[in-house]
């Protein structure tokens, strides 16, 4: 079964970088778009970053923030510089079905960013 | 960016009731939207996609419907675990967007 287990969350002081690590497992990870979605706490879901199943597209809503892969490792990234407090979020990596719909979805990590 | 607006943001409801779920779109975005469900505490998880497909496994109970700008979910009878919140999404262009979100609770 499919299985996306992120990882690198935390507590990150305000101007810092820290890179999330998804991991995925139970489907052939080379050929799915990949995104990264994020939840402020209590709040609605926000769309961040998606990635092509090769790696040669890749778009981000936020300027700050790269989205990455290696496909010998079946791990997905998200590098995000310059964090704010904003940035204080659930992150969740997310397989792509078809163009824009997300089909599965990890467990989500934490990242709080604060002084 | 497309922007989506979920009516109304909750509900109230009992077993067995039928629930609608409307979801508009500030531009047409054909048959490019998607339904996700998400437990507290929990990952969403997709129910419907192209507007009134229904994911693998999803119940029956769940259907969607629509085109261009606006959109429903419908639960035909509620149940105990449907109480949850949900989004609309559209996949028409990027930036993905997603509705604000609807939570159906227990009346």
């Known amino acids: 079964q499919v299985q996306l287990v992120e990882s690198g969350g935390g507590v990150v002081q305000p101007g810092r970088s820290l890179r999330l690590s998804c991991a995925a497992s139970?489907?052939?990870?080379?050929?799915?778009?990949m995104h990264w979605v994020r939840q402020a706490p209590g709040k609605g879901l926000e769309w961040v970053a998606v990635?092509?199943?090769?790696?040669t597209n890749a778009d981000s809503v936020k300027g700050r923030f790269t989205i990455s892969r290696d496909n010998s490792k079946n791990t997905l990234y998200l590098q995000m510089n310059s964090l704010r407090a904003e940035d204080t979020a659930v992150y969740y990596c997310?397989?792509?079905?078809?163009?824009?719909?997300?089909?599965?979805w990890g467990q989500g990590t934490l990242v709080t960013v604060s002084s | 960016d497309i922007q989506m607006t979920q009516s109304p943001s909750s509900v109230s409801a009992s077993v067995g009731d039928r629930v609608t779920i409307t979801c508009r779109a500030s531009q047409g975005i054909s048959s490019w939207l998607a339904w996700y469900q998400q437990r507290p505490g929990k990952a969403p998880k997709l129910l419907i996609y192209a507007a009134s497909s229904l994911q693998s496994g999803v119940p029956s109970r769940f259907s969607g419907s629509g085109s261009g700008t606006d959109f429903t979910l419908t639960i035909s009878s509620l149940q105990p675990e449907d109480f949850a919140t949900y989004y609309c999404q559209q996949a028409n262009s990027f930036p993905l967007t997603f509705g604000g979100g609807t939570k159906v609770e227990i009346k």
């Open positions: 990635i092509s199943y090769d790696g």
């Open positions: 997310a397989k792509d079905l078809s163009t824009g719909v997300i089909d599965y």
């Open positions: 139970g489907f052939t990870f080379s050929n799915s778009g």
